[in-house]
Protein backbone atom coordinates (compact mmCIF):
# COMPACT_ATOMS: atom_id res chain seq x y z
CA UNK A 1 0.00 0.00 0.00
CA UNK A 2 1.55 3.15 -0.85
CA UNK A 3 2.42 6.01 1.55
CA UNK A 4 -0.24 8.76 0.49
CA UNK A 5 1.27 12.44 1.05
CA UNK A 6 -0.54 15.50 1.47
CA UNK A 7 0.81 18.47 -1.02
CA UNK A 8 0.29 20.91 1.77
CA UNK A 9 2.74 18.40 4.11
CA UNK A 10 5.15 17.67 1.54
CA UNK A 11 7.99 20.13 2.75
CA UNK A 12 7.61 18.00 5.95
CA UNK A 13 8.54 15.27 4.12
CA UNK A 14 11.95 16.95 2.62
CA UNK A 15 15.29 15.12 2.70
CA UNK A 16 13.40 11.71 4.17
CA UNK A 17 13.17 8.36 2.37
CA UNK A 18 9.71 7.65 0.93
CA UNK A 19 10.25 4.34 1.46
CA UNK A 20 10.85 1.08 -0.66
CA UNK A 21 9.12 -0.99 -3.47
CA UNK A 22 8.71 -4.08 -4.21
CA UNK A 23 11.17 -6.64 -6.08
CA UNK A 24 10.42 -6.85 -10.10
CA UNK A 25 12.05 -9.19 -11.76
CA UNK A 26 13.51 -8.53 -15.07
CA UNK A 27 13.33 -11.07 -17.19
CA UNK A 28 14.02 -11.73 -21.24
CA UNK A 29 10.44 -11.13 -22.40
CA UNK A 30 10.28 -7.44 -20.65
CA UNK A 31 13.83 -6.87 -22.04
CA UNK A 32 12.70 -8.29 -25.40
CA UNK A 33 9.23 -5.73 -25.22
CA UNK A 34 11.12 -2.50 -24.64
CA UNK A 35 13.40 -3.16 -27.49
CA UNK A 36 10.70 -4.06 -29.90
CA UNK A 37 8.76 -1.00 -28.40
CA UNK A 38 12.00 1.27 -29.00
CA UNK A 39 13.88 -0.42 -31.88
CA UNK A 40 17.07 -0.50 -29.49
CA UNK A 41 17.42 -4.62 -30.62
CA UNK A 42 21.59 -4.22 -29.61
CA UNK A 43 22.27 -8.00 -29.35
CA UNK A 44 23.66 -7.84 -25.86
CA UNK A 45 20.16 -7.20 -24.51
CA UNK A 46 18.18 -9.53 -27.51
CA UNK A 47 20.43 -12.33 -27.55
CA UNK A 48 21.14 -14.83 -24.80
CA UNK A 49 23.30 -17.36 -26.45
CA UNK A 50 25.35 -15.03 -27.63
CA UNK A 51 25.55 -12.81 -25.01
CA UNK A 52 26.36 -16.02 -22.73
CA UNK A 53 30.28 -15.23 -24.30
CA UNK A 54 30.48 -11.99 -23.11
CA UNK A 55 31.85 -11.09 -19.56
CA UNK A 56 28.33 -10.66 -18.05
CA UNK A 57 27.63 -13.99 -19.03
CA UNK A 58 23.86 -12.84 -20.14
CA UNK A 59 21.69 -10.59 -21.81
CA UNK A 60 21.46 -7.24 -20.24
CA UNK A 61 18.59 -4.67 -19.77
CA UNK A 62 18.37 -1.71 -21.19
CA UNK A 63 19.31 1.38 -18.19
CA UNK A 64 16.24 3.06 -20.17
CA UNK A 65 14.16 0.22 -19.50
CA UNK A 66 15.23 0.57 -15.87
CA UNK A 67 14.61 4.42 -15.99
CA UNK A 68 11.10 3.82 -18.15
CA UNK A 69 10.17 1.43 -14.99
CA UNK A 70 10.59 4.45 -12.30
CA UNK A 71 6.77 5.56 -12.50
CA UNK A 72 5.62 1.91 -12.05
CA UNK A 73 8.15 0.81 -8.94
CA UNK A 74 6.98 4.82 -7.04
CA UNK A 75 3.16 4.10 -7.33
CA UNK A 76 3.96 0.98 -4.80
CA UNK A 77 5.60 3.54 -2.45
CA UNK A 78 3.95 6.88 -2.72
CA UNK A 79 1.05 8.73 -4.15
CA UNK A 80 0.15 12.73 -3.82
CA UNK A 81 -3.11 13.84 -2.82
CA UNK A 82 -4.07 17.42 -3.18
CA UNK A 83 -3.08 18.34 -6.65
CA UNK A 84 -5.30 18.49 -9.68
CA UNK A 85 -2.50 16.99 -12.32
CA UNK A 86 1.00 15.66 -11.84
CA UNK A 87 3.47 16.69 -14.63
CA UNK A 88 6.45 14.90 -15.18
CA UNK A 89 8.96 17.48 -15.26
CA UNK A 90 12.39 15.57 -16.58
CA UNK A 91 15.29 14.48 -14.47
CA UNK A 92 18.25 16.58 -13.46
CA UNK A 93 20.65 13.82 -13.38
CA UNK A 94 20.76 10.17 -14.61
CA UNK A 95 23.44 7.22 -14.30
CA UNK A 96 23.25 3.88 -14.41
CA UNK A 97 26.70 2.23 -11.76
CA UNK A 98 25.67 -1.50 -12.27
CA UNK A 99 24.11 -3.44 -15.26
CA UNK A 100 20.12 -5.29 -15.01
CA UNK A 101 21.08 -8.87 -15.80
CA UNK A 102 18.42 -10.80 -17.06
CA UNK A 103 16.75 -12.74 -14.04
CA UNK A 104 18.07 -10.21 -11.62
CA UNK A 105 15.45 -8.55 -9.57
CA UNK A 106 15.11 -5.00 -9.31
CA UNK A 107 13.42 -2.17 -6.46
CA UNK A 108 13.29 1.64 -5.93
CA UNK A 109 14.46 3.00 -3.04
CA UNK A 110 12.67 6.54 -3.12
CA UNK A 111 13.86 9.89 -1.07
CA UNK A 112 11.92 13.29 -1.02
CA UNK A 113 14.87 15.62 -1.81
CA UNK A 114 13.22 18.97 -2.05
CA UNK A 115 9.66 21.16 -2.84
CA UNK A 116 9.90 24.19 -4.44
CA UNK A 117 6.75 26.79 -5.11
CA UNK A 118 6.51 27.68 -8.82
CA UNK A 119 3.61 28.92 -10.30
CA UNK A 120 0.13 27.12 -9.96
CA UNK A 121 1.69 24.68 -7.49
CA UNK A 122 5.14 23.05 -6.12
CA UNK A 123 8.23 21.39 -7.96
CA UNK A 124 9.15 18.43 -6.60
CA UNK A 125 12.45 17.09 -6.17
CA UNK A 126 12.79 12.88 -5.65
CA UNK A 127 15.67 10.91 -5.59
CA UNK A 128 15.16 7.04 -6.87
CA UNK A 129 17.69 4.40 -6.53
CA UNK A 130 17.16 1.33 -8.37
CA UNK A 131 18.81 -1.28 -6.25
CA UNK A 132 19.69 -4.44 -7.80
CA UNK A 133 19.53 -8.07 -5.45
CA UNK A 134 22.52 -9.77 -4.35
CA UNK A 135 24.38 -6.19 -5.63
CA UNK A 136 26.21 -3.70 -3.27
CA UNK A 137 25.89 -1.39 -6.54
CA UNK A 138 22.56 0.54 -7.42
CA UNK A 139 21.28 -0.03 -11.34
CA UNK A 140 20.60 3.23 -11.62
CA UNK A 141 20.63 6.72 -9.48
CA UNK A 142 18.14 9.28 -11.06
CA UNK A 143 16.99 12.86 -10.01
CA UNK A 144 13.76 13.53 -11.25
CA UNK A 145 11.36 16.61 -11.09
CA UNK A 146 7.92 16.63 -10.48
CA UNK A 147 5.40 19.88 -11.27
CA UNK A 148 2.20 19.31 -9.43
CA UNK A 149 -0.56 21.86 -10.33
CA UNK A 150 -2.08 22.57 -6.88
CA UNK A 151 -6.29 22.00 -6.45
CA UNK A 152 -6.66 25.46 -5.52
CA UNK A 153 -4.90 26.92 -8.63
CA UNK A 154 -7.84 24.95 -10.56
Avoid at 36 to 52: F, K, S, V, Y
Avoid at 114 to 137: D, F, L, M, Q
Wanted: net charge negative.
Amino acid sequence: MPKTLQTSELAHYAGAELGVSEWLRVDQDLIDAFAALTGDDQWIHTEPLRAAHTDYGATVAHGLLTLSLLPQLAAQVYRIDGARSRINYGYDRVRFPEPVLVGSRIRDRIVLDAVEPVAAGVRVGVTHTVEIEGSSRPACIASALLHLILEENA
